[in-house]
């Protein structure tokens, strides 16, 4: 049987976009869905670029905390979810062009990074859960 990281990399690997929910500084709940980039080498740490405008780059600011799910993945029915997790906004453009330096998706549509950020967002656990109603805890 695998163990519950390599289960967790497994469905990252296979989705292109998680749910990123936010709060806002008036406690108001935001839900979005975004295409992220998972960091090179801390299977916990995923890369979001956005309008630093946008309302989750400004709910992250006033409320760094943050939850994540994902779909089930398609061939064995598992999605992972985490509330616990806490996400920076990074505006330094020498960041910025380092990361999507790393992920092409990021630079698909170009390289001007001005008026965008990245989000970082941190897990420090997630549920895996699967079709059947089996439920792993992964802690990072």
């Known amino acids: 049987m ?4 390599t289960t967790f990399k497994e469905i990252t690997h296979a989705v292109e976009n998680i749910n990123l929910a936010t709060v806002s500084e008036e406690g108001i709940v935001s839900n979005s869905i975004v295409t992220f980039n ?3 080498t801390a299977d916990n740490v995923y890369y979001v670029l956005t309008n630093y405008q946008s309302h989750r780059a400004q709910n992250i600011i006033t409320h760094p905390q943050v939850a994540v799910s994902s779909w089930f993945e398609q061939k064995s029915g598992k999605r992972f979810s985490s509330n616990n997790a806490t996400a920076k906004v990074h505006t330094d453009l020498d960041f910025i062009a380092a990361v999507a330096g790393n992920h ?3 630079t698909k549509f170009g ?5 965008k950020c990245i989000l970082e967002i941190t897990l420090k656990s997630a549920l895996i859960e699967d079709f059947a109603g089996n439920v792993q805890n992964v802690e990072f």
């Open 2 to 5: 695998k163990n519950t990281l």
């Open 38 to 40: 998972q960091d090179d």
């Open 104 to 106: 092409p998706a990021m």
């Open 111 to 115: 390289t001007d990074f001005s008026g």
